[in-house]
C-alpha cells in the first residue's frame, strides 16, 4: 500500500524567503511522485513529477523538489517566495502499474502563507 | 485545449435530497477521476474509470453514491440521499492513461463543485 505524509500543515514565510515543504512517501514498489498546487476555489495543477528519471526536478513557477530514495522524501522548495504562490499544496504518490490509468494517493495538504 | 469542465460549481441541498454532478473531461482522456475533497483534507479517490468501465470504487459509498460514464466521455456522479457528512467539494480529473515505457500519468482537474448539505 502506497502512502504519503506531510509534515506540515502550515507554512508561513516572508516573501522573498526560501520556501521549504516537506513530504515523506511509503510505496511497496518505485513510486512516481508529484506536487500539485491548488489555489483558492479553484482545480489542483500539476507543478512538478518525478518518474525515476532525474532525482531534481523542476517545475513551474520556480519550483523543484529532490526525490531521496534514503530518506522516502520529496520535499519542495523554492529559492524566493511570491505572495502568488500562497496556496494549498498537496503530495501525492503514484504506483501506476505499467501500461495502465494511475491510482494517484494524496496527502493532507501544506497551506502556505506568504506575508510581506 | 479546453480543460475539464464540471457543472454545478455550487451546490446546497438539505439532507435526503438528492444531488448530481456532471463532468466532462479533455478530449481524448481514456481515464477519468471523481475525488471528494473534504475541508482541510487532501482529495479521496471515490471512483476511477477506463473508457466506460470502472477501475476502481472500492471507496465509493455504494450505498448513496453511483456514477456513470456512459459512451467513454461524459461522467455522472450522483448522490442519493445525501447526508450531512457528504460535504465537500467534488473533483473530477482526467488523464491519458500510462504507456509501455511510462508510469504515473499527469491528472488534469476540473475546478470542483462544492456541495453544502444543511
Known amino acids: 500500500a502506497q502512502s504519503v505524509t506531510q509534515l506540515d500543515s502550515h507554512v508561513s514565510v516572508s516573501e522573498g524567503t526560501p520556501v521549504l515543504l516537506r513530504c515523506n512517501y511509503s510505496?511497496?514498489?518505485?513510486?512516481?511522485l508529484f506536487w500539485y498546487v491548488q489555489h483558492p476555489n479553484k482545480g489542483l495543477q500539476l507543478l512538478l513529477k518525478?518518474?525515476?528519471?532525474?532525482?531534481l526536478v523542476k517545475g513551474i513557477n520556480g519550483f523543484e523538489a529532490e526525490f531521496k530514495k534514503s530518506e522516502t522524501s520529496f520535499h519542495l522548495t523554492k529559492p524566493s517566495a511570491h505572495m502568488s504562490d500562497a496556496a494549498e499544496y498537496f503530495c501525492?504518490?503514484?504506483?501506476?502499474?505499467?501500461?495502465?490509468?494511475?491510482?494517484?494517493?494524496f496527502g493532507t495538504g501544506t497551506r502556505l502563507q506568504v506575508t510581506l | 485545449e479546453a480543460g475539464v469542465a464540471q457543472s454545478p460549481r455550487y451546490k446546497i441541498i438539505e439532507k435526503r435530497q438528492s444531488v448530481a454532478f456532471w463532468c466532462n473531461p479533455i478530449?481524448?482522456?481514456?481515464?477519468l477521476y471523481w475525488y471528494q475533497q473534504i475541508l482541510g483534507q487532501g482529495p479521496k479517490l471515490l471512483i476511477q474509470?477506463?473508457?466506460?468501465?470502472?477501475?476502481?470504487d472500492s471507496q465509493l459509498p455504494k450505498d448513496r453514491f453511483s456514477a456513470e460514464r456512459l459512451k467513454g466521455v461524459d461522467s455522472t456522479l450522483k448522490i442519493q440521499p445525501a447526508k450531512l457528512e457528504d460535504s465537500a467539494v467534488y473533483l473530477c480529473?482526467?488523464?491519458?492513461?500510462?504507456?509501455?515505457?511510462?508510469?504515473?500519468?499527469?491528472?488534469?482537474f476540473g475546478e470542483g463543485s462544492r456541495l453544502t448539505v444543511l
Open positions: 480529473a482526467s488523464s491519458f492513461p500510462t504507456t509501455s515505457g511510462s508510469r504515473g500519468g499527469e491528472l488534469f
Open positions: 510505496s511497496s514498489y518505485s513510486p512516481s
Open positions: 518525478y518518474t525515476s528519471a532525474a532525482t
Open positions: 501525492v504518490v503514484s504506483e501506476g502499474v505499467w501500461g495502465t490509468a494511475s491510482k494517484l494517493t
Open positions: 478530449s481524448g482522456h481514456a481515464t
Open positions: 474509470f477506463q473508457n466506460n468501465g470502472v477501475v476502481d
